[in-house]
């Protein structure tokens, strides 16, 4: 059973912009913060940005003031919204649990080019 999906992702110019979308079943949706993590070539998965239930976030400090973390609780989903892209956001995007302790697993994830 699928219960993170991610999309949005393609090839864009630097200081471009794309928007992730993450859907995720319900059961995961409404009991837990979400996060976005991204796996460059040859490096670990690394944390992303993070919002709470409640809608409180948090991000690493590479991202801060280009991307914004956001839920929709009517569709169980969560949005990345990349702005002043760089090439070294180029990765692999996956959402999760945050903390991953509750993981269900991770998905197929989605690719993110930015080419300079």
């Known amino acids: 059973q699928v219960q993170l999906v991610e999309s949005g992702g393609g090839l864009v110019q630097a200081g471009g912009s794309l928007r992730l979308s993450c859907a995720a079943s319900g059961s995961i949706f409404r009991i837990n913060a979400i996060g976005w993590y991204r796996q460059a070539p040859g490096k670990q998965r690394d944390f ?36 002043s892209l760089k090439p070294e956001d180029t ?22 080019t930015v080419s300079s």
């Open 48 to 83: 992303v940005a993070r919002i709470t239930v409640g809608g409180s976030t948090n991000y690493v400090d590479s991202v801060k003031g280009r991307f914004i973390i956001s839920r929709d609780n009517a569709k169980n989903t969560v949005y990345l919204q990349m702005n």
């Open 91 to 112: 990765a692999v995007y996956y959402c999760n649990t945050w903390p991953l302790t509750r993981s269900p697993g991770w998905g197929q994830g989605t690719q993110v």
